[in-house]
């Protein structure tokens, strides 16, 4: 008895629910991450980022090669210093030297800890500004090509549908608008 009253009150709330679903939703879809390939502005922010990347990479490198080189000079003046041939004073001042480009050497690792740092911040805040900046371009966009043809639902055809038939895909009107073009 449960069985049948749970089964008709399932049913009542499939017509219920199927009655009051609009009748002819016009549903489209767009492939984003198409649109993100060929829309100008982010192929060219995509550039400009990756020369900054560029750009960075070089930066550290030069610190870097910087750190390595008074490494060196420790290890020299370290060997010196343990060299049993020299007198008692010379080992002790390369011994004192040692430890002064011991303490340049320190201060020099945590400036390219924290260039590092600032860097990937920068390049982060940076990336994800541009991102949220093409993204309202596209929003919008597609909200005027939607409201142009009356639809009622856009779907990002990659993410949130299993099968997108293509003549409902807005992707290349909406690159269209985006680069300029009518």
């Known amino acids: 008895m449960k069985k049948l009253v749970s089964v008709l009150l399932f049913s009542c709330l499939c017509v219920a629910s199927a009655s ?42 030069a610190v870097y090669e910087e750190v390595m080189k008074i490494n060196d000079e420790v290890k020299e003046l370290q060997a010196k210093a343990d060299n049993s041939a020299l007198t008692d004073t010379a080992r002790s001042k390369f011994k004192a030297e040692a430890t002064a480009k011991g303490e340049e050497l320190r201060k020099k690792d945590l400036e390219l ?16 500004g541009e991102i949220a900046e093409q993204f309202k371009e596209l929003e919008a966009v597609v909200t005027e090509i939607a409201k142009d043809k009356k639809a009622d639902v856009v779907l990002n055809k990659l993410s949130s ?5 293509d003549s409902l895909d807005i992707s290349d009107l909406v690159i269209a608008k985006l680069n300029g073009k009518k």
């Not at 800890?113 to 994800?128: M, P």
């Open 161 to 165: 549908a299993f099968y997108v038939d």
């Open 113 to 128: 800890a924290q260039l590092r740092q600032d860097l990937n911040k920068k390049l982060t805040e940076r990336r994800q």
């Open 20 to 61: 009051a679903w609009p009748t002819s939703t016009k549903i489209l879809s767009v492939d984003i991450q198409k649109v993100l390939e060929n829309f100008e502005k982010a192929k060219k922010t995509r550039l400009e980022y990756t020369e900054a990347v560029a750009v960075a990479e070089k930066e550290l490198r």
